[in-house]
């Protein structure tokens, strides 16, 4: 019903037949144009990632959703979307949930072993509900793979698709090609001179192109409900405890769906500040840095840790602090070593201006103040040298590897978001890996091109590189990158109505649905 208010679909007209074979009815059926049944219909519009929302449905029900794709083949595929929730959790009495040109109709069913779908032109069946051991799908990754291990496991932990209950339901990267190339094509055929599911599984195949990370995990993924988005990154904390548990749970809601984070803590107060409180003064930075390195670490995301940035300005008072944080020794109560035990769930990366660059590179002194961007009798002050700083960020780096460095007057004089900084487009941070600046609510989606495949001849004296193909394929994944963005819409959509049907009170849901509306 949230859906049905959200958005209108117009019925469509057609409605693809095909049959079911199971063990209590072995006789074809066209799909019924009416509703059978007490359950009647629900007209929900839902997205490929609707799976999702229906299982959240009274059971019985189950979904298998069916879109309007040309090619009969995708609805068999579809069928593995079904898995062991008919056969375990439904066996014969279940109701079998469809979508038909994003129309949802609901009728009885019976037990489904198979699957056939006839759109007069070819006919296949597929098994519903197979599934494989971890052992055996390692063993088809490690043949894939020519026995590397680190990428089949790596395969196999992150990425290979599972259904509801956990169980593995690829074997290959091929078979996740299939997936993605499904989606993708389905994507395309909106557009003009689509490219075919046919011609984009090519590309990945041969590792051409490779989606990063969440789309891999993500696309044409029904049985997890996910960011197909890489990184986000989050506005800077307000400077009270409720702007900075407000980030907190923002940064959690986002590293459930998969994806990391990244968000500038110079708005807080540095420590020793009065406050309207019963604590009279502030903390500071590093007790929030490590509140927010907690919340990253404990939130799971199915085979791998979140993902978090934290950066500062390099004017901000209590830079040393942010500096060797994480290069702090503590000793450890079981077995007496000193080790580095604080914010260990995150990077750290100092925003460096071109007034603290030049400072260093004259030996001279610069301004630390507070707010940063104040120059002008800000509320703190203080002229430290710049040297010193800088020997203190060189030191710890080597030391810990962090902090990183971020060059921010240049990131901003070249960021094509900031000649939009006026109407809420200012770059505020970068995502966790740091090679992308984002502004508050965006969010970056990865594809790879492998420029190695276009190698012609390596390490021999007639070396050279595929600059026709090179240009063909750039082209061609730079059109997937912007079919991803479609996608990654209908996956936001998804989570809003999810979290829309929880039974939580609204003032409980509200940061997490505003976060997403947001994004």
Same mark, same amino acid.
């Given at each position: 019903?949230?859906l049905? %208010?959200?958005?209108?679909?117009?019925?469509s007209?057609a409605?693809p037949?095909?049959?079911?074979v199971?063990?209590?009815?072995?006789?074809?059926?066209?799909w019924p144009t009416?509703?059978? +049944?007490?359950v009647g219909?629900?007209?929900?519009?839902?997205?490929?990632?609707?799976?999702?929302v229906?299982?959240?449905?009274?059971?019985?029900?189950?979904?298998?959703?069916?879109?309007?794709l040309?090619r009969a083949?995708f609805l068999?595929?579809?069928?593995k979307?079904?898995?062991q929730t008919?056969?375990?959790h439904?066996r014969?009495t279940?109701?079998?949930?469809?979508?038909?040109?994003?129309?949802?109709?609901?009728t009885? #069913?019976a037990?489904?072993s198979?699957?056939?779908?006839?759109?007069?032109r070819? #006919?296949?069946s597929?098994?519903?509900?197979k599934?494989?051991t971890h052992?055996?799908?390692?063993?088809?990754a490690?043949?894939y793979?020519?026995? !590397?291990?680190?990428a089949?496991n790596?395969w196999?932990?992150?990425y290979a698709l599972?259904n509801a209950?956990?169980e593995?339901? $690829?074997?290959?990267?091929r078979?996740m090609?299939?997936?993605l190339a499904r989606?993708?094509?389905?994507i395309?055929a909106?557009?003009s001179?689509?490219m *075919? $599911?046919?011609?984009?599984?090519?590309?990945?195949?041969? &590792? *051409?192109?490779?989606p990063q990370?969440?789309?891999?995990?993500?696309?044409g993924?029904p049985?997890?409900?996910q960011?197909?988005?890489?990184?986000?990154v989050?506005?800077?904390?307000?400077d009270s405890?409720g702007g900075?548990l407000?980030?907190?749970?923002?940064q959690?809601?986002i590293?459930?769906?998969?994806g990391? %984070?990244?968000?500038?803590?110079?708005?807080?107060?540095?420590?020793?500040l009065p406050?309207a409180?019963a604590a009279?003064?502030t903390?500071?930075? +590093? %007790?929030?840095? /490590?509140?927010?390195s907690?919340?990253c670490?404990?939130?799971?995301?199915?085979g791998r840790?979140?993902?978090?940035m934290?950066?500062?300005d390099?004017h901000?008072?209590?830079?040393l602090?942010?500096?060797r944080?994480k290069?702090?020794?503590?000793?450890?109560?079981?077995? +007496?070593?000193e080790?580095?035990?604080k914010v260990?769930g995150?990077n750290?990366?100092v925003?460096? *201006?071109?007034?603290?660059?030049n400072a260093?590179?004259?030996? $001279?002194?610069?301004?630390l103040? =507070?707010p940063c961007?104040?120059?002008?009798r800000?509320?703190?002050?203080? =002229?430290?040298?710049?040297?010193?700083? =800088?020997? $203190?960020?060189?030191q710890?780096?080597?030391?810990?590897?962090?902090?990183g460095?971020?060059? =921010?007057d240049?990131i901003?004089?070249?960021?094509?978001?900031d000649?939009?900084?006026?109407?809420?487009?200012k770059?505020?941070s970068?995502?966790?890996c740091?090679?992308l600046?984002?502004a508050?609510?965006?969010?970056?989606?990865l594809m790879?091109v492998?420029?190695s495949?276009?190698?012609l001849?390596?390490?021999t #004296?007639?070396?050279d590189f595929?600059w026709?193909?090179f240009?063909? %394929?750039v082209?061609k994944?730079?059109?997937?990158?912007d079919?991803?963005v479609d996608?990654?819409i /209908?996956?936001?959509?998804c989570?809003l109505?999810?979290?829309?049907?929880?039974?939580?009170?609204e003032?409980?849901?509200?940061v997490?649905? !505003?976060? &997403?509306?947001?994004v």
């Amino acid at each position: 019903q949230h859906l049905a %208010v959200r958005k209108k679909v117009r019925r469509s007209q057609a409605t693809p037949p095909f049959s079911f074979v199971g063990p209590s009815r072995a006789r074809s059926q066209e799909w019924p144009t009416t509703p059978v +049944g007490p359950v009647g219909v629900r007209s929900l519009p839902l997205s490929p990632c609707g799976v999702k929302v229906a299982r959240y449905l009274p059971p019985p029900v189950i979904c298998l959703i069916v879109l309007p794709l040309e090619r009969a083949r995708f609805l068999a595929q579809l069928s593995k979307r079904v898995q062991q929730t008919t056969s375990h959790h439904h066996r014969g009495t279940g109701m079998l949930q469809a979508t038909l040109a994003n129309e949802v109709k609901v009728t009885n #069913s019976a037990t489904l072993s198979t699957i056939t779908v006839d759109d007069g032109r070819k #006919s296949e069946s597929v098994p519903v509900g197979k599934t494989f051991t971890h052992e055996a799908v390692l063993a088809f990754a490690l043949e894939y793979f020519n026995g !590397d291990g680190l990428a089949a496991n790596t395969w196999v932990t992150k990425y290979a698709l599972r259904n509801a209950e956990g169980e593995l339901i $690829e074997r290959t990267p091929r078979d996740m090609h299939r997936r993605l190339a499904r989606e993708f094509a389905r994507i395309e055929a909106k557009y003009s001179n689509p490219m *075919s $599911e046919d011609e984009i599984f090519n590309l990945f195949a041969d &590792w *051409s192109v490779v989606p990063q990370g969440s789309p891999m995990s993500g696309v044409g993924n029904p049985h997890k409900l996910q960011s197909v988005s890489n990184c986000f990154v989050i506005p800077s904390p307000e400077d009270s405890y409720g702007g900075i548990l407000r980030v907190d749970q923002q940064q959690a809601q986002i590293m459930k769906r998969r994806g990391g %984070v990244g968000f500038d803590l110079s708005t807080i107060r540095p420590q020793g500040l009065p406050t309207a409180n019963a604590a009279h003064t502030t903390d500071g930075i +590093g %007790v929030f840095m /490590e509140r927010f390195s907690r919340t990253c670490r404990e939130v799971a995301q199915g085979g791998r840790r979140g993902a978090l940035m934290l950066s500062c300005d390099v004017h901000y008072p209590e830079i040393l602090t942010f500096i060797r944080i994480k290069n702090e020794m503590t000793k450890c109560r079981s077995c +007496g070593q000193e080790e580095r035990t604080k914010v260990t769930g995150a990077n750290v990366s100092v925003r460096l *201006s071109d007034e603290f660059l030049n400072a260093v590179e004259k030996g $001279e002194k610069y301004q630390l103040r =507070w707010p940063c961007d104040v120059r002008e009798r800000p509320s703190v002050e203080a =002229w430290v040298d710049a040297r010193q700083i =800088w020997e $203190e960020i060189i030191q710890n780096a080597r030391d810990s590897a962090e902090p990183g460095l971020l060059f =921010w007057d240049n990131i901003l004089r070249e960021s094509p978001a900031d000649c939009y900084a006026d109407v809420g487009y200012k770059t505020t941070s970068t995502n966790p890996c740091a090679e992308l600046p984002l502004a508050p609510g965006d969010s970056c989606r990865l594809m790879v091109v492998n420029v190695s495949k276009f190698v012609l001849d390596a390490f021999t #004296s007639q070396v050279d590189f595929a600059w026709g193909r090179f240009h063909e %394929v750039v082209r061609k994944a730079q059109r997937l990158m912007d079919d991803l963005v479609d996608i990654e819409i /209908e996956h936001v959509d998804c989570i809003l109505a999810k979290i829309e049907t929880d039974p939580e009170p609204e003032e409980v849901k509200r940061v997490e649905i !505003d976060l &997403w509306r947001s994004v």
